[in-house]
């Protein structure tokens, strides 16, 4: 073992018990904590994901426009469209 | 596999089981082969012991939750010594935003162009007088003297830890080599025969 090692050494044993412990139960508990998080996120994350699609309801349904869908800018009950008139011969 | 985690386990397979099973008996063995050489690293550097206690709970915290990204492509004692390092010189950056870490961010750095410091030098002080030599050089250069000497880790593996290529590693090891011979020497000539 070199100096440097030795030195290494004796910064390890100022570490002491006391202080070891209490640096262990704080990494400890925020580690629990966190793992309590990922746990929740798990279980009821998706559950929720679930909850709100189906309270969004079935998506709109999309009507393809064919030959025989109405025009848009001819109302079907007879009446003239609306916007300006063509003009009069 | 490994259900349980014991005494006996090398660092992989303790690391593999704490991922498989989060045992609170291997995140223990874990916690307790590594906290007194993470604290060493975070007192020798920081030189302060609240700021080191808070420094090792941090670090703990990088590896815990960065466990599964340790790929023992290296040691795991490199790794988390590379964290530990990183961790300090960061944090001794934050703090010390105008003070040069490492001797060749200073406005002088020491000329190295045909001057080799034999590693007897330093491999032969006392270790309270090497303690005094190393706490009055930049503590980037501490830094790579203690990855050299003490953790002995290899020129690859400090270039991966400081991410720097290996001869721009060589150098900064020339460079701490340099400073802490300066370094003995003003302390020698302090001391009254």
Same mark, same amino acid.
């Given at each position: 073992?070199?100096?440097?090692?030795?030195?290494?050494?004796?910064?390890?044993?100022?570490?002491?018990?006391?202080?070891?412990?209490?640096?262990?139960?704080?990494?400890?508990?925020?580690?629990?904590?966190?793992?309590?998080?990922?746990?929740?996120?798990?279980?009821?994350?998706?559950?929720?994901?679930?909850?709100?699609?189906?309270?969004?309801?079935?998506?709109?349904?999309?009507?393809?426009?064919?030959?025989?869908?109405?025009?848009?800018?001819?109302?079907?009950?007879?009446?003239?469209?609306?916007?300006?008139?063509?003009?009069?011969? | 596999?490994?259900?349980?985690?014991?005494?006996?386990?090398?660092?992989?397979?303790?690391?593999?089981?704490?991922? $498989?099973?989060?045992?609170?008996?291997?995140?223990?063995?874990?916690?307790?082969?590594?906290?007194?050489?993470?604290?060493?690293?975070?007192?020798?550097?920081?030189?302060?012991?609240?700021?080191?206690?808070?420094?090792?709970?941090?670090?703990?915290?990088?590896?815990?939750?960065?466990?599964?990204?340790?790929?023992?492509?290296?040691?795991?004692?490199?790794?988390?010594?590379?964290?530990?390092? $990183?961790?300090?010189?960061?944090?001794?950056?934050?703090?010390?935003?105008?003070?040069? #870490?490492?001797?060749?961010?200073?406005?002088? +750095?020491?000329?190295?162009?045909?001057?080799?410091? +034999?590693?007897?030098?330093?491999?032969?002080?006392?270790?309270?007088?090497?303690?005094?030599?190393?706490?009055?050089?930049?503590?980037?250069?501490?830094?790579?003297?203690?990855?050299?000497?003490?953790?002995?880790?290899?020129?690859?593996?400090?270039?991966?830890?400081?991410?720097?290529?290996?001869?721009?590693?060589?150098?900064?090891?020339?460079?701490?080599? #340099?400073?802490?011979?300066?370094?003995?020497?003003?302390?020698?000539?302090?001391? +009254?025969?």
């Amino acid at each position: 073992m070199n100096n440097f090692q030795q030195l290494f050494e004796e910064e390890k044993a100022s570490f002491e018990e006391q202080r070891r412990n209490e640096v262990f139960n704080k990494v400890h508990s925020t580690m629990q904590f966190f793992r309590m998080l990922g746990d929740v996120a798990e279980v009821y994350l998706t559950g929720m994901i679930d909850v709100l699609s189906s309270a969004a309801g079935p998506a709109e349904e999309i009507r393809p426009r064919g030959p025989n869908a109405s025009a848009p800018d001819r109302p079907t009950d007879g009446t003239e469209p609306r916007g300006p008139s063509e003009p009069k011969p | 596999m490994q259900e349980h985690c014991h005494q006996g386990m090398d660092d992989a397979d303790v690391i593999q089981t704490y991922l $498989n099973t989060q045992a609170d008996l291997c995140f223990t063995l874990i916690y307790s082969r590594y906290s007194s050489k993470v604290y060493a690293k975070c007192i020798a550097l920081l030189k302060n012991e609240v700021q080191a206690r808070d420094a090792t709970q941090e670090i703990f915290m990088k590896i815990f939750l960065n466990l599964s990204k340790f790929g023992q492509r290296s040691r795991f004692s490199t790794w988390v010594y590379s964290i530990s390092y $990183n961790y300090c010189i960061d944090f001794l950056r934050k703090q010390q935003k105008k003070q040069a #870490l490492f001797s060749e961010e200073m406005a002088n +750095p020491p000329d190295i162009s045909d001057q080799e410091v +034999p590693d007897y030098e330093l491999l032969e002080l006392e270790v309270k007088v090497l303690k005094q030599v190393l706490d009055r050089i930049p503590v980037g250069d501490k830094a790579v003297l203690l990855m050299k000497y003490q953790d002995e880790m290899s020129i690859k593996e400090m270039s991966s830890v400081l991410n720097k290529s290996e001869s721009a590693i060589k150098m900064k090891i020339k460079r701490a080599k #340099l400073k802490a011979l300066e370094s003995k020497k003003s302390l020698m000539a302090s001391i +009254p025969e």
